[in-house]
Structure formats: C-alpha cells, structure tokens
C-alpha cells in the first residue's frame, strides 16, 4: 500500500511540476510501464526488508530516470507543436500583407501617389499636414495609424465659382492605405449639369473618361471597383436643402 502510495504521489509531482499538456498521454504511458515492471517493483516491496538503503535508492534512481525520459519525450513533443504553429500564424501574417502597390489615378502622371508607399515619397510636390481630427490615437508617430490632409490644391472653377479638391490620406506605420480626393461644389441647374462636372473632373481622374462608369455615377450616385487588394470607390452626391453638392474619389487597402 505504501510502494502504491509512493508511485502516485511521485507521479502526480512530476506532472505538475513540468505542467505538461497531453496529461492523458503521460498519464497512459506513466502506467503502462508501472504495469510491464509489476513483477519488479513486487520483488522490490519483498527485497526491501532484506536489501540495504543503497539498493532502495538505486532503484528509485532507475524509476526517476525512466520518467524523466518519458516527461522529456512529451516537453519535446510540446515545443515542436509550439513551433509549427507559430510557422503557420507567420504564413498568414506573410499571406496578409500587401503583394503589389497601386498607383492613385488623380494626377497620378504628377503625384505618382500609391497605396502601400510611405507617404514621404509625395512630400516633394504635396505638403501634406497632420490632421489630428482624424487620427485615431491623437498623435503623430511612425508606429501607427496617422491622417495627413493637403488643402494646396489649384481651385477648380466651375459655374461661376471656385472650389477647392481636398486630399486626404491614411497612413499604417508610414504606408499609406487610403486616399481620397473630395470636392465640395455647387451643381449647375442646367441639362447634363452632372455630366459637364464629371467631365471638367477627368482632367485629373483619367477613369471619368469612361462614359460607362460617369453614366453609372450618375444614376446610382455611387461607383465601385473590387480588386484583389483594393476598392476604388466614386461617389456623386446631390446636396440637401442648402447643403453643397459633393463629389469623392476614394482607393483604399482591403
């Protein structure tokens, strides 16, 4: 009883001081081997009365030696478990990340913006500025998420007025993962007044060259192209009572 005693009481040490995850199969072999050495660990229960301490203690040794190579197997077998799936997350995060970059198609044979470019690539022909209304964390770093806004646009003139192309940006550590180019105007009350406008527009957006597609704003007010990696976006949008009409162009990162 006390040989029985004893064996549990060392077994359940030992799981718990290595805190081993597959307790089932520890605890399956653990047993398995105390079943295919009954006859010996018997002897020894008898023998012990007879022997002297240093027999008991080098068959203790035996016992302790045994499980430890057994607990070493299982510590192994936990790390390499460990370490392919870590490999796996490191293939989606690999799998994630942006394969090609995409030119923005506003002025883009002047500004050659991109999304997945660090946005100091621009700061040569835009001036962009912090805006920190828009920034989620409220400060300017290279480590997160930051807006940038450039109101140094040529004003547009259209119906007897001026409007000014606002540009915004979002950056994830530097990389730009949005654009958009936004315009608040008022819209001419003549015939084909939307379709004049998109056309005064694809002057810098080469894509309101299609008929097509300004033919598609102008009835749904909204325009979309899904690629692999990105959404282009048009949107026309009639103002309500005493509001501007407005106009957005927008590309951003899936």
Known sequence: VNRSLSVNVLFLECVASLKIQNFYFFYKYFYVFLSTNTEVFSQTAVSCHFKTIQDKMNVQKNILTTLLLMMTFFSCQET?????????????????????KFLIDYKSETYKI?????????????????????????????????????????????????????????????????????????LDETENAEINFLKLLSQD????QND???KSLIVDHIYEKVTHDFIETFRLTKGKEFEYDKFEYTVKQK
């Open 205 to 208: 957006i080469n894509q309101l």
């Open 212 to 214: 097509s597609l300004t």
């Open 114 to 186: 991109f999304i997945g470019d660090n946005y100091k690539s621009s700061d040569k022909t835009i001036d962009w500025s912090w805006t920190a209304f828009n920034d989620p964390d409220d400060k300017l770093d290279s480590t997160g998420i930051d807006a940038f806004l450039f109101l140094g646009e040529p004003l547009l003139k259209y119906n007897d007025d001026d409007w000014l192309p606002t540009l915004h940006i979002e950056t994830d550590k530097n990389l730009i993962k949005k654009f958009s180019c936004s315009i608040l105007f008022d």
């Open 80 to 100: 390499g478990n460990k370490r392919e799936f870590w490999n796996d997350n490191k293939e989606d995060i690999k799998s994630s990340k942006l394969t090609q």
